[in-house]
């Protein structure tokens, strides 16, 4: 079953396309990656599939999720898709959560508006969603972003976007801002999450080794156009077009330099 289905998507300001007819689809279980460098259109992307762009830009084309369109919808449906069908885990947590809520306020809005929680079964859910990221520390849920690190306020946002069960979890960069010990536990948890709920996943990331991990096909954007897709392996391994080529040759030589320089 297609859960998501971008067709011909167009993603402009006042001038050239930011977007340029991307189309793809996503089925229910499968995982996908969104790779380019910076500016090619990736986010932006990401953010058109659950109309979350910004108010300066405008969207045109097709985006269908869970066969319903997105692009033109009114804030009330997009409301009612994101949370039990679609949710975002953004690359800064700190700018992503509200910096005068509690954590544990914020991870039981979802818990309300979707599952209809209240009372001791919300406060048991907001409980078990932060238990379920590894954070298990009473003073989790009463803490402010800002008095969290980095690695614990990406897991509240994991457990935010979780919250509601969706089927489809959107990761726009979500590990970019943490260092790679933090970054090996934040995907490995997103890893189990998504294993154990059988969720469909569209991964955002420019760096190929973490895509290669993360997903089982991709699609390449250069300057706002899909230059190449297909499965991760082939993909990396055999690249078919110029661009591609020279992501694949980039992420080899740094590759070799971090090992030349670790030989030392």
């Known amino acids: 079953m297609t859960l998501l289905a971008v067709t011909d998507l167009t993603v402009r300001a006042d001038a050239a396309p ?20 910076s500016g090619s259109g990736k986010s932006l992307t990401s953010l ?3 109309g979350l762009l910004p108010a300066s830009l405008h ?15 009114p804030d009330a449906r997009l409301r009612a898709l994101r949370g039990p069908v679609a949710q975002v885990v953004f690359q800064e947590p700190l700018t992503a959560l509200d910096p005068l ?7 039981s809005e979802p818990l309300q508006r979707h599952l209809h929680l209240r009372g001791d079964a919300l406060r048991e859910g907001v409980r078990a969603a932060l238990t379920e ?16 690190s980095g690695g614990q306020r990406q897991r509240v946002a994991i457990a935010i976007a979780l919250a509601a069960r969706p089927r489809l979890l959107i990761a726009d960069e979500p590990t970019t801002a ?32 973490v895509v290669a991990r993360m ?10 156009v899909a230059v190449e897709e297909g499965p991760v392996d ?22 070799a330099a971090l090992d030349a320089g670790g030989a030392e």
């Open 178 to 209: 943490l260092d790679v010990t933090v970054q090996d536990a934040v995907l490995t948890l997103l890893e189990r999450l998504i294993a154990e709920r059988g969720m469909a996943l569209l991964f955002v990331s420019h760096d190929l080794a």
């Open 48 to 50: 058109a599939a659950v």
């Open 234 to 255: 082939r993909v990396l391994r055999d690249p078919q077009h110029p661009y591609t080529r020279v992501l694949v040759a980039s992420a080899r030589a740094l590759d």
């Open 215 to 224: 997903v089982d096909r991709i699609v390449v954007l250069q300057r706002g």
């Open 133 to 148: 990221v590894a954070l298990t520390e009473p003073r989790i849920a009463r803490a402010y972003p800002h008095e969290l």
């Open 101 to 107: 809520m509690r954590v544990g306020k914020q991870i």
């Open 59 to 73: 969207a045109a084309g097709s985006v269908r999720l869970d066969g319903n369109e997105v692009v033109g919808a």
């Open 18 to 37: 930011l977007v340029d007819g991307v189309s793809f689809s996503l089925d229910a279980g499968q995982r996908l990656g969104l790779i380019g460098e």
